[in-house]
């Protein structure tokens, strides 16, 4: 059964590999690195909207025939995910959102485009982004961050390490109102947040949870928008309770 792993703003499909060495024991696992993203081509035109990275999902599923369809979608990667589900529920049999809202403006998705925006795109070395991403990832472990950094970054010739997505695409990208999309979502939805992320709040979950019918929530603890890193266990342990259901 194939089980297709969408990445957030500035992560990659690698950024998923812990993760998906534990999928693959039961499941058939892709990974998509989206337009200007890992080892994906920068978008020639500049255009990083929602329509897309949709686009570019409804291509793929075409290309590889892929039905019976779990998708898994992190943060924008959720939007892009739960905005797939909602325009073809013939595809789609389950659907996991991490910690994404369907609001048009986020206070804490605001105050990391802020740092985006202004943060540079090159580091001195290797440990340098590993103490940016512990920044964003204060709980994950040191393996989690150091692969992070290695599939997120490459090293230049003089040694230091630059971001290996376009940085176009964080200036580029938008968040258009999606509380409606969720009306139309009809698969069975699992809904996770990090019990401290800013970006997911409770009670914004709530209200998502009510709005997709089939939907459960759960909130993990000591984590917080990159719950799958900060918390892998309990996320493993609630993305495969809800899938072996």
Same mark, same amino acid.
């Given at each position: 059964?194939?089980?297709?792993?969408?990445?957030?703003?500035?992560?990659?499909?690698?950024?998923?590999?812990?993760?998906?060495?534990?999928?693959a024991q039961q499941y058939r696992v892709l990974s998509l690195?989206?337009?200007?993203?890992?080892?994906?081509?920068?978008?020639?035109?500049?255009?990083?909207?929602?329509?897309?990275?949709?686009?570019?999902?409804?291509?793929?599923?075409?290309?590889?025939?892929?039905?019976?369809?779990?998708?898994?979608?992190?943060?924008?990667?959720?939007?892009?995910?739960?905005?797939?589900?909602?325009?073809?529920?013939?595809?789609?049999?389950?659907?996991?959102?991490?910690?994404?809202?369907?609001?048009?403006?986020?206070?804490?998705?605001?105050?990391?485009?802020?740092?985006?925006?202004?943060?540079?795109?090159?580091? %001195?070395?290797?440990? &340098? !982004?590993?103490?940016?991403? +512990? $920044?964003?990832?204060?709980?994950?472990? #040191?393996?989690?961050?150091?692969?992070?950094?290695?599939?997120?970054?490459?090293?230049?010739?003089?040694?230091?390490?630059?971001?290996?997505?376009?940085?176009?695409?964080?200036?580029?990208?938008?968040?258009?109102?999606?509380?409606?999309?969720?009306?139309?979502?009809?698969?069975?939805?699992?809904?996770?947040?990090?019990?401290?992320?800013?970006?997911? %709040?409770?009670?914004? &979950? !709530?209200?998502?949870?009510? +709005? $997709?019918?089939?939907?459960?929530?759960? #909130?993990?603890?000591?984590?917080?928008?990159?719950?799958?890193?900060?918390?892998?266990?309990?996320?493993?342990?609630?993305?495969?309770?809800?899938?072996?259901?």
């Open positions: 059964r194939p089980i297709l792993l969408l990445h957030g703003l500035q992560d990659c499909a690698s950024s998923w590999e812990p993760f998906a060495t534990t999928l690195d989206h337009r200007g993203h890992g080892q994906s081509p920068w978008a020639v035109d500049g255009s990083y909207k929602l329509k897309d990275y949709v686009g570019e999902l409804e291509e793929f599923v075409e290309a590889l025939s892929l039905r019976d369809l779990v998708m898994i979608g992190h943060s924008a990667g959720g939007k892009n995910a739960f905005t797939f589900a909602a325009n073809h529920p013939e595809v789609l049999t389950k659907l996991v959102i991490v910690d994404m809202d369907p609001d048009a403006y986020n206070p804490g998705s605001a105050s990391m485009f802020d740092r985006y925006r202004t943060e540079p795109d090159e580091w %001195t070395n290797f440990d &340098a !982004v590993v103490e940016r991403l +512990r $920044i964003r990832e204060p709980r994950a472990s #040191e393996e989690r961050l150091s692969h992070q950094a290695s599939v997120l970054t490459r090293e230049t010739t003089s040694g230091s390490r630059v971001w290996k997505r376009d940085r176009a695409l964080v200036f580029g990208y938008e968040r258009p109102d999606a509380w409606e999309t969720l009306d139309h979502i009809v698969c069975p939805t699992l809904l996770i947040r990090g019990n401290d992320s800013n970006l997911l %709040t409770h009670d914004v &979950a !709530v209200r998502m949870q009510e +709005r $997709i019918h089939t939907c459960e929530l759960v #909130e993990l603890d000591d984590a917080g928008h990159w719950c799958y890193d900060e918390n892998p266990s309990q996320f493993h342990q609630a993305v495969l309770g809800f899938l072996n259901k």
